[in-house]
């Protein structure tokens, strides 16, 4: 890794864990959101009907010592016979020298709108633990007393919110993250938290797509997220995917952070469906350095009764 490489790895960590009254971007972002539409929006998980469970793991920026190393595990089923879905999220995401840990349940309501059409609203609510290691970061003067105090297991609430419209070959969805702003404050011995509600520190969510067929064995799967973050430039995802038979698919990402990546989905079997998405930072010298892996394995329980006429995977 050449000097240049460093520095900014240098920076990238002590940024990614200083915390003192800095706005965190710390939701989980996958490339292949679109197969788990609940990993974005609570609503979203109204859209498949039986038990659904998926698994994310992903390592970015993997020339750079502690890069960014996310995992995340989603649960969602209907309760019963009523149009109420119930789910769980948890995630780890470790970047630099912190490591959050975030526990959400989700609970999602189901509209039925006519034959085809459906609309649900949903709400998570989260609470979220932050370990940070600062003895550990890069820094340039070591006597820094800031860096003398860790924070150990501070946990922080958050809730979550999201409409989310399907049908047979389409949907669209809206999502706000971060209700509450999370600072850490150190004052005395041990850090705490200073929560608030500001919406210039909310997180948004618009995505859509759809789905066209060609024949009896090929779709095509194009779909968008547009993504606000508090300190970020709005960022957009295109995506589409080529489907032979529901079963095997292979696509190409562009995120307007100018990254490209290429997906793959294969059907294992009637219940477990495998993903893997590849990324690949455009604009930078030493590319390897920005190299991401993305990996997901969904269990899907099918029914031969099909209630509604929208499942995964169809975006």
């Not at 710390?26 to 659904?52: C, E, K």
Request: with cysteine; glycine share 8%.
């Amino acid at each position: 890794m050449n000097i240049k490489l460093k520095i900014f790895a240098a920076s990238l960590v002590c940024f990614a864990s200083l915390q003192w009254n800095i706005r965190a971007q710390d939701r989980p972002h996958f490339t292949m959101q679109f197969l788990q539409p609940g990993i974005i929006n609570p609503a979203g998980m109204t859209s498949v009907n039986q038990i659904n469970a998926a698994f994310f793991f992903s390592k970015q920026m993997l020339g750079f010592d502690k890069s960014p190393m996310v995992g995340m595990l989603d649960f969602s089923m209907p309760v019963g016979k009523t149009n109420l879905f119930a789910g769980v999220q948890i995630s780890q995401d470790r970047i630099g020298v912190t490591t959050y840990s975030i526990f959400t349940g989700n609970f999602a309501y189901r509209i039925r709108l006519n034959m085809k059409h459906y609309l649900s609203f949903g709400l998570g609510l989260s609470a979220k633990l932050t370990n940070s290691n600062f003895t550990e970061a890069p820094i340039v003067n070591p006597a820094d007393p800031n860096f003398y105090q860790n924070a150990d297991a501070v946990w922080t609430p958050d809730i979550r919110l999201g409409a989310y419209w399907f049908t047979d070959n389409a949907y669209a969805g809206f999502a706000v993250e971060n209700l509450f702003t999370n600072s850490l404050l150190f004052q005395g011995n041990s850090p705490s938290a200073d929560i608030r509600v500001d919406i210039n520190d909310m997180h948004f969510n618009l995505n859509g797509g759809w789905r066209k067929d060609f024949g009896r064995n090929w779709a095509i799967l194009p779909s968008g997220l547009m993504r606000i973050s508090p300190g970020a430039p709005l960022q957009f995802d295109i995506n589409a995917m080529a489907l032979f038979k529901d079963a095997f698919g292979f696509g190409i990402t562009y995120r307007t952070t100018t990254t490209l990546g290429a997906n793959l989905y294969y059907q294992l079997n009637k219940f477990l469906v495998f993903g893997y998405a590849v990324n690949f930072g455009l604009r930078f010298t030493d590319q390897a350095n920005f190299t991401g892996h993305e990996a997901m394995i969904a269990y899907r329980a099918r029914s031969n009764k099909r209630i509604i006429p929208a499942d995964i995977p169809r975006f």
